[in-house]
T-cell receptor, first 114, second 112 residues
Framework: NAGVTQTPKFQVLKTGQSMTLQCAQDMNHEYMSWYRQDPGMGLRLIHY???????DQGEVPNGYNVSRSTTEDFPLRLLSAAPSQTSVYFC?????????????FGEGSRLTVL | ELKVEQNPLFLSMQEGKNYTIYCDYS?????LYWYRQDPGKSLESLFV?????AVKQEGRLMASLDTKARLSTLHITAAVHDLSATYFC????????????FGEGTQLTVNP
């Protein structure tokens, strides 16, 4: 079972470059989300989606865009990377946005912005 | 604003000892989640606590939830080295739903 798949696993960007982190899940989960993890700050929610065509902002959305054209995919776009976006990014999904809400996480994408 | 606080943030203990990690949160919620993260790895779900008084056990770990006190505990019994990891608790933003707010994490090191 693939579960939640994130690509790339590692990326180095220069300030001002753009890129997209890919996230795909094969569990038919309605809910998908993106978190960033920084030392000493736990995980913080960037954006989330409760279904195809529906997205909303989380706790730290600035500098990031998302879209949800299919149930399976939820890409995260950095429009103009900044050093403050150096972090580990996790995509997570769950079956029912209103249900018990146990999240299943991808392996993470480690991003460095120089 | 929902706040989730864990303590301690760092815990070094000897094998065979017992200890408890605390997670308290600032808003009404009848659900709480515990996750484990090994260094450089993803988060793995440990426990899903869905009601007041819920208690779940898996091996040497036992988690409980007191929604009136807004407090959850993760108790470690007779620690072993394999339990070394970072443990996170998480609470939903709303009374239902998958949007979770995470605590900072407790980095546990179990020494031989």
């Amino acid at each position: 079972n693939a579960g939640v798949t994130q690509t790339p696993k590692f990326q180095v960007l220069k300030t001002g470059q753009s890129m997209t982190l890919q996230c795909a899940q094969d569990m038919n989960h309605e809910y998908m989300s993106w978190y960033r993890q920084d030392p000493g700050m736990g995980l913080r929610l960037i954006h989330y989606s409760v279904g195809a065509g529906i997205t909303d902002q989380g706790e730290v959305p600035n500098g990031y865009n998302v879209s949800r054209s299919t149930t399976e995919d939820f890409p995260l776009r950095l429009l103009s990377a900044a050093p403050s976006q150096t972090s580990v990014y996790f995509c997570a999904s769950s079956y029912n946005p209103s249900g018990p809400g146990e999240l299943f996480f991808g392996e993470g994408s480690r991003l460095t912005v120089l | 604003e929902l706040k989730v606080e864990q303590n301690p943030l760092f815990l070094s203990m000897q094998e065979g000892k017992n200890y408890t990690i605390y997670c308290d949160y600032s808003t009404t919620s009848d659900r709480l989640y515990w996750y484990r993260q090994d260094p450089g790895k993803s988060l793995e779900s440990l426990f899903v606590l869905l009601s007041n008084g819920a208690v779940k056990q898996e091996g040497r770990l036992m988690a409980s939830l007191d929604t009136k006190a807004r407090l959850s505990t993760l108790h470690i019994t007779a620690a072993v080295h394999d339990l070394s990891a970072t443990y996170f608790c998480a609470v939903p933003f709303e009374t239902s739903g998958s949007r979770l707010t995470f605590g900072e994490g407790t980095q546990l090191t179990v020494n031989p």
